[in-house]
């Protein structure tokens, strides 16, 4: 593990924290296999088509808003639930649901944003999952513009964000001019019924 945390952001990093077998057979099984939806978000009151496409899993029938935008889950399956196991005993956080985005090429991306939307909880544990094609992620302080950080996120990698990050930070994924191939992007967390 690689401790790459920030001022009050918490951010630990597994580079291989799955072999490379392990990583060309997920991303080949969620690439085909996910019931991806492109959907339509607003950002600052102006309506886009979302820069990639998504998916939402979770342990039980749940929703998860954010940007306008209401998803609702897809169940575990099996392969999925014992994924997401191998990953809790590496972070030591449990989670009941999981974000699934794809990156189809350079021009998908995530903006600056903060994933603090009350259903997440007060201070939420992120775990996030890398397959395909390496994609920078950058992370910045809201106010101080001194605490930067960005991250190549390989094939295979997990990056966990604890601590203040959602409430202190933004991050992203930006699109860029180098042609890249697809990549797939488990971000697991825990959604709360009722807040």
């Known amino acids: 593990m690689i401790d790459l945390s920030i001022g009050s952001a918490t951010l630990h990093y597994w580079p291989n924290f799955l072999s490379p077998d392990q990583a060309d057979y997920y991303f080949k099984k ?10 339509k978000v607003v950002v600052f009151g102006k309506v886009y088509d979302q820069p990639r496409l998504t998916a939402l899993y ?7 808003s954010y940007s306008g935008l209401r998803l609702d889950s897809h169940p575990f399956y099996p392969e999925l639930s014992a994924l997401k196991e191998q990953l809790e005993k590496q972070v030591g956080h449990s989670f009941n649901s999981c974000l699934f985005n794809l990156y189809r090429d350079e021009n998908d991306s995530n903006g600056w944003h903060a994933d603090d939307e009350k259903e997440l909880g007060t201070l939420p544990v992120i775990a996030s ?31 966990l964000m604890a601590g203040s990050t959602q409430k ?4 992203q994924l930006p699109k860029t001019k180098k042609a890249k191939a697809p990549r797939v992007n488990l971000t697991f967390r825990f959604i709360f019924e009722e807040l």
């Open 30 to 39: 969620f690439y085909a296999d996910t019931p991806w939806r492109s959907d």
């Open 58 to 64: 979770s342990d039980s029938p749940r929703s998860y």
């Open 129 to 159: 999952l890398s397959l395909g094609e390496l994609r920078q992620f950058h992370l910045k302080h809201k106010t101080d513009k001194t605490l930067r950080r960005s991250v190549a996120l390989e094939h295979g990698s997990l990056l």
């Open 168 to 171: 202190d930070f933004k991050h």
